[in-house]
């Protein structure tokens, strides 16, 4: 796909429900007892992916455009699968389903797509292991296909060496199947939707600081979710507003959870104009954001504000390409095992687009400033690469081209469809 610099961009948008809180509606609601409705669910492959797993395991999942309802049947209701699960390109499926399969009565083997079978899955096989699971990678890799025998768990306190809300939240669950609680403690919180909506459904779990607990054995009840828009998804249109000149858009209905909303102050302390309106704290808060074409200089971005904006890093490369002076980015190692090597592939594609930019063990330097030109970018079939470089291409001069760019269809379908709308 073909992109060019555009004059302004005005109008309001509606990004979809956020990819997190879509996996975990359907796991949970899987799990429990009685009809969980979804409203505002993520029609994205990858939480696709989730609901054809379910249903392999028995699950009845009723997908009608207004609503998703899940017939769940309890903590023990999920069957053996008589095929291999496919997880595609989505490593929340992958590693959250790790934690329910390894508390089951049955075997069970996962796989997905080339990108998922390199992805490091060490950081669950050591947690579930510990806690008594049986849980092999198929090639002896650490890496998918994963067979899991399912086998009795024990609680453990478990101390990631990763801000990881996949490993956490994969042990979490097996301490549902365990027998005594079960402890998580991470370097730097990373996003709570599982420890928010396992309590809505009815689990016993605290969280403080650092660490949640769970304990085992809950019952949990169908619940009514409305998925919030997805800031992950928002984080493009915040940036293409602060970016591009005389700009100014309202985003509708973002969930700005505290462990997810990095990206705003990040914008914000690099001098960008955003302003929450309709805020909403019931369960996840919201609100929407209307964003304003601002200057922007560099930041540096380190420490425990990683997670809070993990997957909104590529897009924050082209705002600190884009702005005066010199931004740095610290303890960012795990964009290296993102969908691609996401600190190769922005300083690839960066350096081609004009910007001085250097890659680091841990992140990147960027000295930003330079004006951009167009070029050819290769998505990595990664999702947010490609949105990152539309965003670039709006003000890079002359055309800019994204080979694989319909890998938008993991995260945000009609992403190019809603950019297109507001550009002037
Ligand atoms: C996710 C957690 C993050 C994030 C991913 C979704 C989740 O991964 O990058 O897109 O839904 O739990 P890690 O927890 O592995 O950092």
């Known amino acids: 796909m073909k992109f060019r610099k555009i004059n302004t961009l005005k109008g309001e948008v509606t990004v979809p429900g956020d990819k997190s809180i879509s996996h975990r509606a359907v796991m949970f609601g899987s799990l429990a007892e009685g009809l969980t409705e979804v409203t505002n669910f993520l029609q994205g492959a990858d939480c696709l992916s989730t609901i054809d797993a379910f249903r392999k395991m028995g699950i009845e999942i009723e997908n009608n455009p207004e609503k998703i309802l899940i017939h769940g049947k309890g903590l023990h209701g999920l069957k053996a699968p008589s095929l291999v699960l496919d997880m595609g390109n989505s490593g929340t499926t992958t590693r959250l389903i790790s934690g329910i ?11 997905g797509d080339a990108s998922i079978q390199k992805r490091p899955m060490r950081r669950i096989i050591e947690p579930l292991s510990m806690m008594g699971a049986n849980i092999v990678s198929v090639n002896g890799n650490d890496c998918a296909p994963l067979h899991i ?27 549902l199947y365990a027998d005594g609680e079960t402890l998580v403690t991470e370097p730097a919180l990373s996003r709570n939707h599982t420890e928010i909506m396992l309590r809505y459904f009815g689990a016993e779990l605290d969280a403080e600081d650092k660490t949640a607990r769970v ?13 919030p828009g997805d800031i992950s998804s928002a984080a493009y249109f915040i940036a293409a507003g602060l970016l591009v000149p005389g700009s100014e858009i309202l985003i509708k209905n973002v969930g700005i959870n505290p462990t997810r909303d990095g990206i705003l102050k990040v ?79 922005m300083v690839q594609y960066l350096s081609a687009m004009g910007c001085d930019i250097t890659g680091t063990d841990d992140g990147m330097i960027i000295r930003g400033g330079q004006p951009l030109h167009g070029t050819t970018v290769d998505s990595h079939l990664d999702h947010r690469i490609a949105m990152s470089f539309a965003v670039a291409s709006l003000v890079a001069d002359g055309e800019t081209e994204i080979k694989g760019s319909d890998v938008v269809t993991i995260s945000y379908p009609d992403f190019y469809k809603d950019l297109a709308r507001l550009c002037r």
């Open 149 to 175: 025998a399912g086998s009795p768990l024990h609680g453990v306190h478990y101390h990631s060496k990763v801000a990881s809300a996949q490993v956490k939240s994969a042990v979490l669950l097996a301490g």
């Open 215 to 227: 304990r085992p054995e809950p019952r949990l009840f169908g619940r009514k979710i409305h998925v």
């Open 101 to 111: 399969l390894a508390g089951q009565d049955f075997e069970s083997t996962l796989t």
């Open 267 to 345: 914008a914000r302390e690099m001098g960008g104009n955003i302003t929450l309106l309709n805020e909403n704290y019931n369960g996840e808060p919201t609100a929407d954001l209307l964003v304003k074409h601002s200057t922007l200089h560099g930041v540096t971005i380190e420490g425990d504000i990683i997670p809070t904006l993990i997957d909104e890093l590529p897009v924050i490369n082209i705002m600190a390409a884009c702005a005066d002076g010199t931004t740095v980015i610290h303890d960012a190692a795990e964009l290296k095992v993102k969908e691609s090597n996401r600190i190769d592939v």
